[in-house]
């Protein structure tokens, strides 16, 4: 049986101002703390519909959809803190370059890495630097961790940027409640596995061996914490803000997000949830991630990203995140693409 869930809920601050529902000029948004719940009434047919697909699968979701040129929305526990796991990268990256726009920080400045820099988990650079130490720059880093998912640029970016407290107090300027980074990749993979963070995790045969020592009931006890831990998590709402302030110009300038729209365009991880579901003539620049498989239970299953359609200039901020869920990972991924078949043939 998926596992049963008390996630606090978050409560989004609602700004005092109405805003408008095209996004053609940053300028024309007030510089104020937004709630894409402003932008629109909920579309409770589409609210029913997504999570009635839930029910019948079984499924635990937080859901946000926010069509931000006819200012419509919907939301299915948009407002609760579920894990994030790899979507985890967009507010790093966005966070980092925020920091650069302020002169706190250098996409030139270099990072070298050698092998005691690899981080667990997902980590394509791990092979270069077993290798060969080598030398990135931080906007190298922000490409690796946007394209391919990396573990390991991702913790150097946020070294580069004075550790994660840095990141999260920049990332509490972009005035988004719900939202929050706590830990590097090295420290949060091991312990939402139940064990203490150790340099021989890197090596994947020897973490499998740690989780498969772990009692059955030790192994339980670690996916119930890390479904209720508070720590580097998101509610759906808070990342459809960030598309949204992407877009309007509220955190970044548009330059730097062109280049983290772009990246995630173009990356080729998580390509079969959300961006499977994408009608014709329909992109998508998005951001997933996923979490080990224990007991038979997925503890989350997410992707989140912004559609866009170029011939109509629709943008549409989708995600969806799946908690403490029993289905095979292929057929988390085919609920993926039903749910935003879903948005697209409601909205587009």
Known sequence: MPL???????????????????????????????????????????????????GEAGLRVGFAAVDFLKGRTAFVRGGELFPMEGVTKLPIAVAYLRMVQRGEARLETTARLSADDIAPGRSPLADRLRRRPTAFTAQQLIEHMLLNGDSTATD???????GPEKIQATIRSFNIEGLRV???????????????????????????????????AKQREALDRFMRDPRDTASPRAIATVFFKLLSGHLIQPRFAMMVLDLMRRTKTGEDRLKGGMLSGWTFAHRGGMSRTMLGTTGVFNDAGLAQNPKTGAKIAIVLFIEGATMAPEELARFHRATARAVLQAWG
Request: charged share 25%; proline share 6%; no cysteine.
């Open 4 to 54: 049963s869930v008390d996630r606090r809920r978050v409560v989004l601050g609602m700004a005092s101002l109405a805003l408008a529902p095209a996004l053609a000029r940053a300028e024309t948004l007030p510089p104020i703390a937004q709630d894409v719940a402003l932008l629109g009434a909920p579309d409770q047919t589409l609210e029913m519909k997504i999570a009635a697909l839930a």
């Open 156 to 162: 150097a970016l946020m070294k580069l940027a004075g």
């Open 182 to 216: 706590d830990r590097y990749e090295r420290d949060l993979l091991p312990q939402t596995l139940g064990l203490a963070a150790d340099p021989s995790f890197v090596d994947a045969r020897k973490l499998d061996a740690a989780v498969n020592a772990l009692s059955e």
